[in-house]
């Protein structure tokens, strides 16, 4: 997935010599280090303004930090499931207490955001099982959280109701 020159002005921990951030952290989760491959950091640019969304959005970073460090050092897999397990049920109790906020505001784009909410959702439940049967890499794991959830997600989709909360 190639991310928009402004998104990643604006994702520190994807900027990477790579045009593609996805690629750039397969090819370093294929061959473990001792050191973080990609840290990721709350930074106050993301916040949308609305402290619960906010707080959830903390915590999703955190998840996932834990998640990309677990696969990038080779951790066992049942912590990587149990990492997964736990992103998994944080995405969906944000995305319950998101929809609430958007339909309390009258958000205009709320049936698109829903959408979203869905096919990540899908797309999270789908890579957890196919990694607990063995048939994805750990590297689509890291690309989902990184790109999807916190690239695509968080910072690009959520900040369009920046201060509507």
């Given at each position: 997935?190639?991310?928009p020159r402004r998104l990643l002005?604006?994702?520190?921990?994807?900027?990477?010599?790579?045009a593609d951030p996805a690629a750039q952290l397969a090819k370093h989760v294929a061959r473990?280090?001792?050191?973080?491959?990609a840290q990721m950091r709350w930074r106050q640019a993301y916040e949308c303004g609305h402290p619960v969304i906010d707080g959830q959005h903390?915590?999703?970073?955190d998840i996932?930090?834990?998640l990309i460090d677990a696969v990038q050092r080779a951790h066992a897999?049942?912590?990587i499931e149990s990492l997964l397990a736990e992103l998994v049920e944080h995405i969906e109790e944000h995305f319950r207490t998101e929809e609430a906020v958007?339909?309390?505001?009258?958000?205009?784009l709320s049936d698109e955001h829903l959408?979203?909410?869905d096919g990540l959702l899908q797309q999270a439940a789908s890579l957890s099982g196919r990694y607990h049967e063995r048939t994805v890499e750990a590297e689509e794991l890291v690309s989902f959280v990184a790109n999807d959830v916190v690239a695509a997600h968080i910072i690009q989709e959520d900040l369009k109701f920046a201060l509507q909360g």
């Open positions: 997935m190639k991310l002005a604006v994702v520190p921990f994807l900027r990477r010599r790579e473990p280090r001792t050191r973080t491959l903390r915590q999703l970073f996932g930090d834990r897999r049942e912590r958007l339909a309390r505001t009258g958000y205009p959408s979203i909410h």
